[in-house]
């Protein structure tokens, strides 16, 4: 199993463009999440998904959109970059339709925003 | 929503000595405390997770304790050696859809 990818591993954005980070996962986990991290900042929830064509905010949603038409796919959306949304990002799958089980992370995805 | 703090934000601790981290959280009604070990470039890894109907887990070196009371829950390494050098991140959720991280320890093994 290749458990979650991501690509790109590195991006770099100017301001105002668009891109489409993707995720991944082949363990059949009904739960599927983004997590931005910042120094200092810890991880910090963008959208989660407890299942195929159910999406939610998490906690900084602002600039991104998601969509999950697969149980093995969520992709990330950034509609109009901007330098603050430089971060390295990542995805995560876990068993379950909650957070409450152990969550198996991407291998991130470094964005700069110039 | 829930609030996560951690302490400290930075360790530098003796090879051989011990290891604790301490975060607090907010919501009573949290019941799920996961610690996550992120080594420099790679991805988080869960090391060890708590629920709220017991008070404390080992696995090997590493324990958490929670005290529901107080809201607050700890990382206990011992007999620290140079591969536990990483930053550490505990989390909280009340087991509905969000999980809530502190912003880390960075834990410095001096050799």
């Known amino acids: 199993n290749a458990g979650v990818t991501q690509t790109p591993k590195f991006q770099v954005l100017k301001t105002g463009q668009s891109m489409t980070l993707q995720c991944a996962q082949d363990?059949?986990?009904?739960?599927m999440s983004w997590y931005r991290q910042d120094p200092g900042m810890g991880l910090r929830l963008i959208h989660y998904?407890?299942?195929?064509?159910?999406?939610d905010q998490g906690e900084v949603p602002n600039g991104y959109n998601v969509s999950r038409s697969t149980t093995e796919d969520f992709p990330l959306r950034l509609l109009s970059a901007a330098p603050s949304q430089t971060s390295v990002y990542f995805c995560?799958?876990?068993?379950?339709?909650?957070?409450?089980?152990?969550?198996?992370f991407g291998p991130g995805t470094r964005l700069t925003v110039l | 929503g829930e609030n996560v703090e951690q302490h400290p934000s930075t360790l530098s601790v003796q090879e051989g000595d011990s290891a604790v981290i301490k975060c607090t959280y907010s919501?009573?009604?949290?019941?799920?405390f996961p610690w996550y070990k992120q080594e420099l470039g790679k991805r988080p890894q869960l090391i060890i997770d708590?629920?709220?109907?017991?008070g404390e887990k080992k696995d090997q070196r590493i324990a958490v304790t929670l005290n529901k009371t107080a809201k607050h829950f700890s990382l206990h390494i011992t007999e620290t050696q140079p591969e536990d050098s990483a930053v550490y991140f505990c989390?909280?959720?009340?087991?509905?859809?969000?999980?809530?991280f502190g912003a880390g320890t960075t834990v410095t093994v001096r050799a």
């Open positions: 989390a909280a959720s009340t087991g509905d859809y969000k999980l809530s």
């Open positions: 998904s407890v299942g195929a064509g159910i999406t």
């Open positions: 995560a799958s876990s068993y379950g339709q909650g957070a409450y089980n152990e969550q198996f």
């Open positions: 919501d009573s009604a949290s019941n799920y």
């Open positions: 708590i629920r709220s109907n017991v």
């Open positions: 363990m059949n986990h009904e739960y």
